[in-house]
């Protein structure tokens, strides 16, 4: 029995070091009828049909007349194909102010947040005082809770300082955050130290070191952040609703739900509707498509 | 990872005695704004919200302490355990997503593959949508009378079913599209994960003669597994905190509503519909309570499964 096992390892051993053609020769093989990439194709395929046949039904059906939309069997193409829908969202809500409200939310929230983390991102990885890790930890612990849990004392502060039902209201707790502070923690640590004291040799200050030599190498995470914030924030849907409670604050996404209530029960109206609140974020993700993956394969392998 | 911070902070340190008392100010200054907010916007409100949770609050402030009046209180309506049971069922189904997203992202990393930035968008598309967007949509794709679902089992000769109207299918479906919502994350982070294992790992499964479920089997799965338990663990956070698409998809003139809210709806409920501020904290340390025990079992269950390199 031991014999045959040691002839076989004294064959087998020289046979991996020494040839590379073996190494070359399955892959090919496995891949030459193409079998398993037809499969691979295959399932792809399916998939990419559930996630977009959703998308495609929204858009059939928002282009369909009222009893077109609920009709069964089921219209598949529209017939008559008609704006209707489209015409009824302006009607039914004040659509444009709606989307000035996000846009106006996203842009604040975005702007704000991308600043504020940066600076305190790039403090909490450059800079040394007492109590910064018991800060940072505290902070840390922030990450852990559920959003709720503060959601309630955010929302006595914002009313105690009257500003609910106002954009500043909706904005102001989402200038700050906790993983974007830590994410771009994370990215300035690993920015090498030589730079800031190249810097400082040539007489900049700290600012200066921040502003023209540290937040360019940090474009990545920075990137990395606005497009995540800008998401979150244009989707974002229970805090608005908590604190709008009126139309002339009101995001898109508490508007739109707002179309559930009403007993129209008009599905091609709901569908332009969701669809006129979702395209702006999708138009930016198809134009940024590359930078929204790698954002979001930044903070998966980061955080 | 602590070891990698200190090992970094040690070569500052030496550079800042170097420096003037200044540098004490500057990282007041860019610390100062973020960490003033952050501290009245998320850290007092911990405090204070688990202070809420023994207050007796009234509609226009006033608060009286009740000590665990309130716990005991959500905790002994039904409401609270069938909320908990709902969302735990939620979080439950939505790990199926992990596997799955796993699956594709093997699929769409597959050498000599055309088209896979086109996949990768497809499969992300749902990431970017509007949640409430998202759960009109799917309200409409499962209507029980006229939705494109129970029409197409209609015409196979099988009945439909009232996929929103009926406790726990009801649960299970959402679970479903909060799946489909957030897969394209989950591909893209083990897309990332994928990118770490090194060519030469699956080059020698190879040569051992190892098919390609093999490979997958016993060489991406195992290597892959840091990514999947960052990604189960997030997953449950985030599918504990679940709101949006119940919200929309079950409105209050469904049959079945009062049966299927979440924990977050039943705070939702509580505290900005009754105006039971002090109720609605106790749910959310509830809420908390059942991360932090969830989390906690899932890191000690990691040694079991986990491979670090």
């Known amino acids: ?303 | 990872m602590t070891r990698q911070l200190r090992g970094r902070n040690a070569a500052p340190r030496r550079s800042a005695a170097q420096l003037s008392r200044g540098r004490a100010w500057w990282a007041v200054l860019f610390i100062g704004p973020a960490g003033l907010g952050l501290v009245v916007f998320y850290l007092w409100p911990i405090i204070r919200g688990i202070y809420l949770s023994f207050q007796d609050v009234g509609p226009f402030g006033g608060e009286t302490f009740v000590g665990i009046d309130n716990f005991v209180e959500v905790f002994s309506e039904p409401d609270l355990g069938r909320a908990l049971l709902n969302t735990l069922l939620y979080a439950v189904i939505c790990l199926i997503g992990i596997p799955v997203a796993m699956i594709i992202a093997v699929l769409i990393n597959t050498k000599g593959l055309k088209g896979r930035s086109l996949f990768r968008v497809l499969f992300f598309l749902p990431v970017v949508t509007m949640p409430v967007a998202v759960a009109l949509v799917w309200r409409l794709l499962l209507n029980v009378d006229y939705g494109v679902l129970n029409l197409s089992l209609r015409a196979i000769g099988l009945p439909g079913v009232a996929w929103l109207s009926t406790p726990v299918v009801n649960m299970v479906v959402i679970a479903i599209v909060g799946i489909w919502m957030g897969l394209g994350t989950q591909i893209i982070i083990f897309t990332a994960g994928l990118q770490g294992i090194p060519d030469t790992l699956i080059e020698a499964a190879e040569l051992d003669g190892a098919g390609p479920v093999r490979r997958f089997v016993s060489v991406i799965v195992p290597l892959l597994s840091p990514t999947t338990f960052l990604l189960s663990v997030l997953s449950v956070i985030a599918s504990m905190q679940v709101f949006d698409l119940i919200f929309l998809m079950i409105d209050p003139n469904n049959p079945a509503q009062s049966q299927s809210q979440s924990l977050v709806s039943l705070f939702y409920t509580r505290g900005f519909l009754q105006h039971d501020l002090g109720a609605a904290a106790a749910i959310a340390c509830v809420l908390l309570a059942i991360i932090l025990v969830l989390s906690a079992i899932q890191f000690r269950l990691q040694r079991r499964w986990v491979h670090y390199e």
Request: contains cysteine; charged residues 15%.
């Open chain 1, 1 to 303: 029995m031991s014999e045959p096992t040691s002839v076989m390892m004294r064959e087998r051993a020289p046979v991996t070091v020494r040839e590379p053609a073996p190494v070359a020769t399955p892959r090919r093989t496995g891949r030459a009828p193409g079998k398993p990439l037809f499969w691979v194709y295959v399932l792809l395929i399916l998939g990419s049909a559930v996630m977009v046949f959703p998308f495609l039904w929204e858009v059939l059906t928002s282009l369909k007349t009222l009893s077109g939309a609920s009709s069964v069997p089921p219209q598949i193409i529209p017939d008559p194909f008609t704006t209707r829908a489209y015409a009824k969202v302006f009607d039914t809500l004040p659509f444009w102010n709606l989307l000035g409200n996000s846009v106006l939310l996203t842009v604040i929230r975005t702007l704000g947040q991308v600043l504020l983390c940066t600076m305190a991102g790039y403090g909490f990885a450059r800079f040394h005082f007492r109590g910064k890790n018991v800060l940072f930890i505290a902070f840390l612990a922030v990450l852990m809770v559920p959003g709720q849990l503060f959601l309630l004392p955010q929302y006595e502060i914002i009313r105690e300082m009257g500003l609910l039902g106002t954009i500043p209201g909706i904005a102001l707790p989402g200038l700050f955050s906790v993983f974007g502070t830590f994410l771009l923690r994370q990215f300035f640590q690993t920015l090498p130290m030589e730079l800031e004291e190249a810097a400082r040799l040539d007489g900049a200050n700290e600012w200066q070191i921040f502003w023209r030599v540290m937040l360019p190498l940090a474009k990545p995470g920075i990137i990395a952040l606005t497009l995540l914030t800008a998401l979150w924030s244009w989707n974002d849907f229970l805090w608005p609703l908590v604190v709008s409670g009126n139309v002339n604050s009101m995001p898109l996404s508490v508007g739109l739900s707002l179309l559930t209530d009403l007993r129209l029960r008009d599905d091609a109206l709901l569908m332009a509707g969701a669809l006129l609140s979702s395209l702006p974020m999708i138009v930016v993700f198809l134009v940024l498509q590359r930078q929204f993956i790698q954002g979001i394969a930044f903070t998966g392998t980061k955080g």
